[in-house]
Structures are given as structure tokens and as C-alpha cells.
């Protein structure tokens, strides 16, 4: 196994320990891309969210996020004052934000406004990440919507550009 595979893999390991499943994504990119795509197949969507997943600043941010997550809820932040930011998921935070718009700056501004109706909304596993509980998710939530919005955005480009090939 490659170092690409053991980085995917360790990722989707630990979005699984946080709770967070591919298929809870996947149900996010059918929320943004099946009314524009009824004929959007599993395939599809699961091909595009790997392949956002494979994407090694996508890994990164996974990485970064749910270890500030993990280091507030476990009290070993150095500074208290952030720790108690992310733990209360201040809405004036916003680094949070900038995290997920790296991953959306990947796929344009399609995947930036898709992220930005997710983090609205809060639909599915964005909501479920989104309460509070004993779990700090205050980067994790913005992860998974901003992938979700990338993965999206990557289906529209690829839809689009295939329609276009039809056209001619």
C-alpha cells in the first residue's frame, strides 16, 4: 500500500471514528446535485468523494481540523481561551470556515456557494455534527461540508462538460 492509499485510508479512519461515514457525505452531495442530475448513480457520486478525498490538501485539513477538535475536548489546547472557542463553537470563530473554503478554493466558486447553502442549512450529518455534545466538531462539521460541496461541484463540472460534448 502507497503512501496515497495509507493517507485516504487513515482519513476516511478517522471521519469514521468522528462519526462520520462516506455515505452520510454522499447523501449531502445528492442533496446539492440531485435536483439538477435525477439520474446522479451511486457511482457517480462516490467516484467524485473519493476522488476529493484522495486530494492531499483535503487530507490535510481532515488531519489539522479533527485534531484541534480532539485536543480541545480532551482540555490540551496550549491557549484556554481558544479551547474554549472551539468547544463552544463560537459563531465569530470563522477558522473553521477558512478550513472548508481551502478545500472548496479546489473546484471553484460552485463548491464555495455550495458550502455556504451546507453551512446554512445544516442538512444531514452537517446538523447531527452541529449539536452540541460531548464531541467537539466545531472544524469537523465545515470538513464534511465543505467535501461534500467540492464533491458536488466536481460532479456539476464533469455533467456540465459532458452535456457541452453532447451539444456539438
Known sequence: MGREDKMYNKCCELLKQRGVELSDIAELIYFLQG???????????????????RKREVQHAILTGISLDIAAEEHRMIDKDLEGILLRDEGLFG??????????????????????????????????LNEKGSQCNTFLDDIVGAIAATSASKIAHNLSDNNVEKQK
Do not use: H, M, Q, R
Not at 43 to 50: G, H, I
Not at 101 to 122: E, R, V
Open 95 to 128: 477558522v473553521d470556515e477558512v478550513l472548508g473554503f481551502g478545500i472548496c478554493n479546489l473546484y471553484g466558486s460552485i463548491a464555495l456557494t455550495s458550502f455556504g447553502y451546507i453551512d446554512k442549512l445544516k442538512p444531514g450529518i452537517v446538523g447531527k
Open 35 to 53: 435536483g439538477y442530475y435525477p439520474e446522479l448513480s451511486d457511482e457517480k457520486v462516490y467516484v467524485a468523494l473519493e476522488s476529493v478525498l
